[in-house]
């Protein structure tokens, strides 16, 4: 076939050039023919000859076109047939990468591909290509495995703060839920959960609360001293305790059917803010992986939080109940000072009710308190506005680095300083009613917190100082004590119960009556009242009694029988219920104008008229007084709720806080964001939060840029996986949960970021 190929190639370009060769003759000849120096026929073409010699060399030519037309035909079939080598060549290779390449795309990439020499480039980067492949697989499954871990972790977070939420009214219902679900999540076989508890002599010790094994709950009574065994180490020291190989005596729980006690054995504190609450031992055939250890870690350290917080509502609670024994303490006190114990205690009872449906972290307090900070020697290191407009300051040059003594007038220096020495060294926090000195010398009455802010070693860093004006409060009640002091002096008074029993009275109604206390401890109304008008008054005192107040004269019997006349008024107090709790006697003896009353009618009027007064101020009293508890109700609520705010949000936490106002200016962010973005809060407080954040909008999460955007909808409550950078510039992986705050139409969100 070739050699065909060669010979069809040979003879159509040797004959291709003698065609060539003979046109210039034959050309030649019909030149000569058309200028007459010839005929057309063949003696002219003879004749051509003799008279133009180089035809002879045209007619040659073809034989030159012939022997040209050969070896181009040889040089033509040699360059075909190399073309054709490189072509075939060229399909082999293709084919080989073509089959390389579909092996790739199915994954088979321990194949190898050998091409010529000429090729080695494109050979080392198609093996290039495939290491580069295998290692994406390989990342690639690196990357689902860590998304799954996470992904794990961050769905046990969530249904372990379910779990947290509830059942910790029953401290062994609550142990037993933790336990058992932490089991179950974490495919382990044996745990059992452990609280520190003291003795009567103030000793630790551990008391194992619930335990969990092969599928059921177990008998939890075991008791650990503290320092005693792994669970002991493991609280002492601080940090979890890992075993891959357990000795077979150490686990007493077992199935009960013959299983063999698990190999690998984890206790983890319940740590937080360097205090243990308890311990939980959790035990497992499996080893356990890094990131289930972090899990239980994390959700020890959720389990702290919850137990302290438990905690701190009983010991509120507590502290709540002591407060109203006080005041009822002091029942024996004049009416109106009772009044306002009672309510007061009325008021601290649905605090402590409200208090338990504040836990979460809120807003900031410069907003509706006065707050400053103090080092420990008591120098002023940052004061809010709230502080300075109260203090009649301008700017905080005038107040910072000064000393708390210029705000402390002279004559409660011996008892602050004594309070001050105790806050300095850690003691307990100072609440209460204090008075202090503006600038121009005038006393500014607050109901006022000193608390101890700790750093990492438990060492005091600062003193924080939290208030709310009271002055004008303050001086209302100093106005109506003295106007029941005015009352006491000028006005015969007495308590007595429904009944008509007793209760108690002033001095004077002791001097007018001419008896002693203790005679009248077993009397009643109805002793002072002369035997024929005893009806008429008891028509009076029931109209009291059901609420209708009586003013008017009345006559009344002293020991000694003497009659005596009083302009009197007898007004009934009620309970909360509405019911009558007591009547109050007020009177004023008119005995002597009572005689001389026919002959001083115009005296008579006088006093009518006095009495009319009389009754106007006891109605407007009544209105102040009235005023005065609604306004300390409302008073007291709102310092309770700020107060448990504050107290949330300025917690000792781990995770990073940063808190915005609805426009996204920064209001808070607590220690931990400061070392994260290495800022100050003094110095970025009220920026737009985006400067944390460089390369805002376009480098981070939706979730992210929905919180940092003014107006937008924000997603709270729902915890989310994102990435943050530090102030070093490196990427983070965080949950971020994100939370509102709405006070007096003041939105604020506040996102807590955990590392």
Known sequence: MADYRKKDITIRYVSYGILIGLIFPLLSFIISSFTGKGSFTFQGFIQLHSTFSPQYLFDILFVFGGISGYYLSRYVYLQNSRYKNVLQQGNAESEKILDYTKKLIQNELDTEIHLNSSSGDLENSLNDLREHLKNNIIEQASRKSEDDQRNWVSEGLAKFAEILRSHTDNMEEFSYHIISNLILYLDANQGGFFLIEENEEGEKFFNMTASYAYDRRKFADRRIEWGEGLIGTCALEKESVYLSDIPESYLTVTSGLGKANPKYLLIVPLLLQEEVFGVLELASFQEFPAHKIDFVERVAESIAITISSVRSNIRTTELLMESRKQAEAMADQEEKMRQSMNELTDFQEQAAKQAEKFISFTNSVNHTLIRAEYDTSGILTYANTRFLRKLGYLSNTEVEGKHISMFINEKDREWFDELWARLAEGGRHYEGYMKHMTKMGQDLWTMSTYTCVRKDDGSVDKILFLAIDTTEQKKQSLDYEGQIEAINRLNIKAEFAPDGKFINCNELFLDTMKFTRSELEEMTIFDFIDKKDIENFNEIWENVTRGIPYQGQVKGLTKYEDEKWFRATYTAVNDMYGEVAKVIYLANEITNEKLMEIETR????????????????????????????????????????????????????????????????????????????????????????????????????????????????????????????????KWIDTDMILSMSETDHEVSYTAFFRI
């Open 602 to 729: 115009k005296q008579t009027d006088q006093l009518k008229v006095q009495e009319e007064k009389l009754r106007l101020s006891g109605v407007e009293l009544k209105k102040q007084l009235e005023q005065t508890k609604a306004d300390m109700e409302i008073q007291y609520k709102d310092v309770v709720n700020e107060k448990n705010r504050f107290e949330q949000t300025i917690g000792n936490l781990t995770d990073i806080v940063l808190s915005v106002d609805q426009s996204g200016n920064i209001i808070y962010v607590n220690s931990s964001a400061e070392k994260f973005w290495d800022v100050k809060l003094t110095k970025i407080r009220g920026k737009n939060a985006a400067i944390l954040f460089p390369g805002y909008p376009d480098d981070y999460d939706s979730f992210i840029v929905s919180f940092l955007t003014a107006m937008s909808t924000k997603i709270t409550g729902e915890r989310k996986h994102v990435r943050i950078r530090n102030g070093k510039g």
